[in-house]
């Protein structure tokens, strides 16, 4: 397993590195964490970042049903909203998270216009605010959360960011030492697929008023807004 020292994980090291921090993780609950943002002057800019939080014991049944609608494939919700049988999937996706019968529940943290420091800072922004509320066990979540599975970024600079955000937020106690983040890609860990929907979903509530994939969560989505 080849695991890298500012808790991103290189390629062929994940399923390993998760099995063993979901078994781990206090009090057995997880966030999967996504982003969504528009950053154009010319627009209404905002930043934000969602995330799905799950018991570990219902990883497995919440997967392969994802699995079931999806199909073991690659999937993003931006692309499949550019087809209309891709845009009848992800309503399929919202309509699976948001059964009545499941246990999940989702926060959001949204910044909304953004200020001149632009998406670095809203990042961190929004970042902090949706740990400390995660770590801390806000409405509507169950129970204390302090385990963060998060889309790994492209590059080593930016997976050292968001690595860095973790340790400032614990050093200001913003977040308590247990806390951890573990950065994967989608590839290793395909219920990254649903915070990529709520994101999608939130986002396109803001910029075109549609409400297809937001109503089937709605009941199951806090948003917050980010000072």
């Not at 991103?8 to 966030?31: E, F, H, K, S, T």
């Not at 219902?58 to 999806?70: A, C």
């Amino acid at each position: 397993m080849s695991v890298a020292s500012k808790g991103w994980v290189q390629q062929g090291g994940a399923a390993a590195l998760l099995a063993d921090a979901y078994r781990r993780a206090p009090g057995g609950y997880v966030a999967f964490l996504d982003e969504s943002f528009e950053l154009q002057a010319n627009r209404r800019t905002f930043y934000l970042m969602s995330a799905v939080v799950a018991h570990r014991d219902q990883l497995t049944p919440l997967r392969d049903g994802l699995l079931d609608v999806v199909g073991d494939r690659y999937w993003h919700t931006t692309e499949s909203l550019l087809t209309s049988d891709g845009r009848q999937q992800a309503v399929e996706v919202a309509e699976y998270l948001g059964d009545e019968n499941g246990t999940e529940v989702c926060i959001v943290s949204c910044r909304m216009p953004l200020g001149d420091d632009g998406g670095d800072a809203a990042r961190r922004a929004c970042f902090g605010q949706l740990a400390a509320s995660l770590c801390t066990g806000v409405q509507p979540l169950a129970s204390e959360v302090h385990l963060m599975v998060l889309e790994q970024r492209e590059t080593q600079h930016e997976r050292s960011f968001d690595a860095k955000i973790v340790k400032e937020l614990r050093a200001e106690k913003v977040i308590c030492r247990q806390c951890q983040l573990k950065q994967v890609s989608p590839r290793d860990e395909k219920l990254l697929w649903l915070p990529d929907l709520v994101s999608s979903a939130v986002r396109r509530n803001i910029t075109h008023q549609e409400k297809d994939l937001l109503e089937p969560i709605e009941h199951i989505v806090r948003v917050m807004n980010c000072p």
